[in-house]
């Protein structure tokens, strides 16, 4: 399966800002749904934020006011601008980009390998 390429990750200390970006090969296209989630040892993978092609934007409570996500259509790209970072942060983040709004049906569903935010404090 073609999976998306993140980058951006990376240690930085509580207060701190980092961006990631994640870039949808050239072999997938009208990607409806874009998205960040994050995972750590002792947690489920959870949605941190995302947006749609119409630009219907979604944020977890815990990031709001500190987190943007942000879309370059014609570089296929989705961004997470993350300020004020905290030490509940630190996780592995992973892009999800879907044909479909929902992620449903015969659309495409690719994760990224994931990129490593750490967060000192």
């Known amino acids: 399966q073609v999976q998306p390429v993140e980058s951006g990750g990376g240690l930085v200390q509580a207060g701190g800002s980092l961006t990631l970006s994640c870039a949808a090969p050239?072999?997938?296209?009208?990607?409806?749904?874009m998205a960040w989630y994050r995972q750590t040892p002792e947690t489920q993978r959870e949605l941190v934020a995302s947006?749609?092609?119409?630009?219907?934007?979604n944020y977890r409570d815990s990031v709001k006011g500190r987190f943007t996500i942000s879309r370059d259509n014609a570089k296929n790209t989705v961004y997470l601008q993350m300020n004020s970072l905290k030490s509940e942060d630190t996780a592995v983040y992973y892009c999800?980009?879907?044909?479909?709004?929902?992620?449903?049906?015969?659309?495409?569903?690719?994760w990224g390998q994931g990129t490593q935010v750490t967060i000192s404090s």
């Open positions: 050239g072999r997938l296209s009208n990607v409806n749904f």
């Open positions: 999800r980009l879907c044909g479909n709004v929902d992620c449903s049906g015969s659309g495409f569903n690719s």
């Open positions: 947006i749609t092609s119409i630009g219907s934007l």
